[in-house]
C-alpha cells in the first residue's frame, strides 16, 4: 500500500523493543506513531523517543486514571502543566469504573485536565470504561473543541451525541471479535473515525504491534463497505486534522 497509515494509539513505552516495532511498522506502511503516555514516567518516555523519531512518533501527554494516586495528581498535574506544549493532545486521560480508585478523585483529576486541555488548546484521548456518559459530559462541558473517545464500545444513545459534537471514536483490532465495538463503528462516519493498535495491548492473546494498524484498517474496509486504499486515505486524513501533524 502506497498511503501512509497513523497509528493514533500507541503504549510505546511499554512495548519492549520500541525500535524494533517502529522499523517493522515503517516497514508495513505506517508512517506515523502517536504515542501515548500514561504518567510521569511513561510520559517523560514518550517524549525522548519523540526526539529519537522526528517526525514519526508524536508525543501525546496524559494521566492516565489506573496511575492516579492522591499524592501523586499534583505532581502529574504539574508536569502536564510545563510540557504539554510539546505533545500533540492531552492523553490518555479518562474515567474507568471498573477500577478500585473512588469516582470523586477521578472526576476530579479528569476535570483539572479537561481545564489544562481547553487553557492549552489541545485535542483529548478519552478513555472511559464503564464511564461513557459521564467522560463524555464533562468533555462537552468543558467546551473542547477536540476529543477521541478510544475504543468506544459504549451505549449508541451516548455515541450520537458525541458525533453531534463532532467528536471522534478510534477503531481497534478489536473490531473483529467485539459485537459493541463493531457497531460503534459501525455507526460512526468514516470522517470521525481514527485507526489504532493500542500495542501493545493483546487480541484474543496476541499481543499487539503498531504494524497490525493494517489490521484495524482491513477490517474497517469492510465493515464500510469500501476500498482498503479509501478506508487508508481517510483515516490518514482524518488523523493529520485531529492533531495536527502535517
Same mark, same amino acid.
Given at each position: 500500500?502506497?498511503?501512509?497509515?497513523?497509528?493514533?494509539?500507541?503504549?510505546?513505552?511499554?512495548?519492549?523493543?520500541?525500535?524494533?516495532?517502529?522499523? *517493522?511498522?515503517?516497514?508495513?506502511?505506517?508512517?506515523?506513531?502517536?504515542?501515548? $503516555?500514561?504518567?510521569?514516567?511513561?510520559?517523560?518516555?514518550?517524549?525522548?523517543?519523540?526526539? /529519537?523519531?522526528?517526525?514519526?512518533?508524536?508525543?501525546?501527554?496524559?494521566?492516565?486514571?489506573?496511575?492516579?494516586?492522591?499524592?501523586?495528581?499534583?505532581?502529574?498535574? !504539574?508536569?502536564?502543566?510545563?510540557?504539554?506544549? /510539546?505533545?500533540? *493532545?492531552? $492523553?490518555?486521560?479518562?474515567?474507568?469504573?471498573?477500577?478500585?480508585?473512588?469516582?470523586?478523585? /477521578?472526576?476530579?483529576?479528569?476535570?483539572?485536565?479537561?481545564?489544562?486541555?481547553?487553557?492549552?488548546?489541545?485535542?483529548?484521548?478519552?478513555?472511559?470504561?464503564?464511564?461513557?456518559?459521564?467522560?463524555?459530559?464533562?468533555?462537552?462541558?468543558?467546551?473542547?473543541?477536540?476529543?477521541?473517545?478510544?475504543?468506544?464500545?459504549?451505549?449508541? *444513545?451516548?455515541?450520537?451525541?458525541?458525533?453531534?459534537?463532532?467528536?471522534?471514536?478510534?477503531?481497534?483490532?478489536?473490531? +473483529?471479535?467485539?459485537?459493541?465495538?463493531?457497531?460503534?463503528?459501525?455507526?460512526?462516519?468514516?470522517?470521525?473515525?481514527?485507526?489504532?493498535? !493500542? *500495542?501493545?495491548?493483546?487480541?484474543?492473546?496476541?499481543?499487539?504491534?503498531?504494524? /497490525?494498524?493494517?489490521?484495524?484498517?482491513?477490517?474497517?474496509?469492510?465493515?464500510?463497505?469500501?476500498? +482498503?486504499?479509501?478506508?487508508?486515505?481517510?483515516?490518514?486524513?482524518?488523523?493529520?486534522?485531529?492533531?495536527?501533524?502535517?
Amino acid at each position: 500500500m502506497n498511503l501512509p497509515l497513523i497509528d493514533t494509539h500507541v503504549h510505546l513505552d511499554e512495548i519492549s523493543d520500541p525500535e524494533e516495532a517502529i522499523l *517493522a511498522a515503517k516497514k508495513a506502511g505506517v508512517a506515523g506513531i502517536v504515542a501515548v $503516555g500514561m504518567d510521569i514516567t511513561s510520559n517523560e518516555k514518550i517524549l525522548t523517543f519523540s526526539e /529519537q523519531y522526528p517526525g514519526v512518533v508524536f508525543p501525546a501527554l496524559g494521566y492516565h486514571p489506573w496511575k492516579i494516586t492522591i499524592s501523586g495528581i499534583r505532581n502529574n498535574l !504539574d508536569f502536564l502543566h510545563r510540557h504539554l506544549d /510539546q505533545a500533540v *493532545a492531552l $492523553g490518555e486521560v479518562g474515567l474507568d469504573f471498573k477500577i478500585s480508585i473512588p469516582r470523586e478523585i /477521578q472526576e476530579g483529576t479528569f476535570g483539572d485536565l479537561m481545564e489544562l486541555a481547553w487553557e492549552k488548546n489541545k485535542p483529548v484521548i478519552v478513555h472511559s470504561r464503564l464511564s461513557h456518559e459521564e467522560t463524555f459530559e464533562m468533555v462537552r462541558k468543558h467546551n473542547l473543541k477536540k476529543a477521541v473517545f478510544h475504543w468506544y464500545s459504549g451505549p449508541m *444513545a451516548i455515541l450520537k451525541e458525541l458525533l453531534l459534537m463532532g467528536y471522534y471514536i478510534s477503531a481497534t483490532p478489536a473490531l +473483529i471479535y467485539s459485537p459493541r465495538h463493531r457497531e460503534a463503528v459501525t455507526a460512526a462516519p468514516l470522517k470521525q473515525i481514527l485507526i489504532e493498535t !493500542d *500495542a501493545p495491548t493483546a487480541y484474543q492473546g496476541v499481543i499487539s504491534t503498531p504494524a /497490525q494498524v493494517l489490521q484495524t484498517l482491513t477490517e474497517l474496509s469492510r465493515i464500510k463497505g469500501i476500498e +482498503i486504499e479509501e478506508a487508508a486515505m481517510k483515516t490518514t486524513q482524518n488523523a493529520r486534522d485531529f492533531f495536527g501533524i502535517v
